[in-house]
């Protein structure tokens, strides 16, 4: 069953249950606002739309058209060089006020089982041409939530797009107890502003998580890499109550343990968002792609749209 809420004359929410599980999307950034078995709600948030506006850390967002990091805030493309926005240090983070994940998109359609949002994202921040977005999600009553996205563009751009929820099987709490299974052999190793150096073997470090461990067992459980995967492209984080499971057509994840998550206002149900609250799961191209001939990534053309897709499938044990 798939209910529409509106909010406001700009915002509504799109609410979608199969089964013991519930699903809600706001039309502001194509935030995932909550995802739920029963009433364990696992994606931090805040219980006003509002306060995503102004929220650091782009919660939930449908980031594009490049979700993560590109060096000094420039790339090189046909012989031309791209200068965007910096927002991170000297470089550009998210894609800058381009992002996709700040804008207020609409309603295309909905079914029993899924909601199609679109955006008409004007040139912006540096990056060559106009986007047309389309991101649909989905819900089936065995708790599998999948997104599907296809971007276009009239003129060739670099895509990076994702969802940058962060979740909490306990629904609250520190999640370096949880545990968690990277099927990724080798990561990317950054600099200290985060950009990649080189791919790097995970055997023998505390990037290592190709069999199930606690998330704090090494490096402080610190991260915020990019893995990227070797075999089936999936990702497993597991608490005593639940466990939820990624999978993707793309190269890598990024892994983040929100080291660095903050509040300015509550979150959902008063609560504060606190550094290690939540963990994201950025399914991806490597960051920086632009940059590196031998890394792989995508472009949009006039055309020629893109599409990916991810889901989640949370599984109560």
């Known amino acids: 069953m798939t209910e529409v809420r509106k909010i406001d004359d700009k915002v509504s929410e799109i609410i979608i249950t199969e089964g013991e599980y519930r699903v809600s999307i706001y039309t502001y950034g194509a935030i995932l606002h909550s995802f739920s078995h029963r009433d ?24 594009g058209p490049f979700a993560n990091r590109i ?12 200068q965007l926005e910096k927002n991170n240090g000297e470089n550009n983070l998210h894609s800058g006020s381009k992002n996709f994940g700040q804008k207020f998109w609409k309603i295309d359609s909905t079914d029993d089982c899924s909601v199609t ?48 929820a962060y979740f909490n099987l306990n629904g609250e709490g520190d999640i370096r107890e949880h545990k968690a299974m990277l099927d990724a052999s080798e990561y990317l190793k950054t600099d200290s502003s985060l ?35 070797s075999g089936e492209k999936k990702a497993v ?8 499971e990624v999978t993707t057509d793309l190269p890598a994840v990024h892994f983040y343990t929100a080291s660095s998550l903050s509040s300015l206002v509550p979150g959902k ?36 749209p893109f599409s990916t897709w991810t889901q989640f499938r949370l599984t109560k044990k």
């Open 117 to 164: 949002l679109s955006l008409e994202s004007p040139e912006d921040g540096g990056f060559p041409g106009s986007h047309h977005a389309i991101v649909r999600y989905s819900l089936t009553s065995d708790g599998t939530l999948k997104l599907e996205y296809t971007i276009s563009s009239e003129h060739k751009c670099p895509v990076n797009v994702t969802n940058h």
């Open 237 to 244: 984080v597991e608490n005593d109550d639940y466990s939820l």
């Open 71 to 82: 060096a000094n805030a420039s790339f090189c493309m046909d012989g031309k060089i791209y």
């Open 40 to 63: 364990r709600d696992i994606v931090l948030g805040y219980d006003d739309y509002k306060d995503y506006l102004t929220a650091p850390g782009h919660l939930s967002e449908v980031v």
């Open 195 to 229: 950009i990649p150096i080189k791919r790097e073997s995970v055997e023998g470090s505390d990037y290592d998580f190709r069999t199930l461990r606690a998330i704090g067992e090494k490096h402080g459980g610190d991260y915020d890499n990019c893995f990227i995967f």
């Open 269 to 304: 149900g008063g609560r504060m968002l606190q550094p290690f609250g939540g963990f994201a799961l950025e399914t991806e191209f490597f960051p920086d792609f632009p940059n590196h001939a031998d890394y792989p990534g995508a472009y949009t053309e006039a055309g020629k």
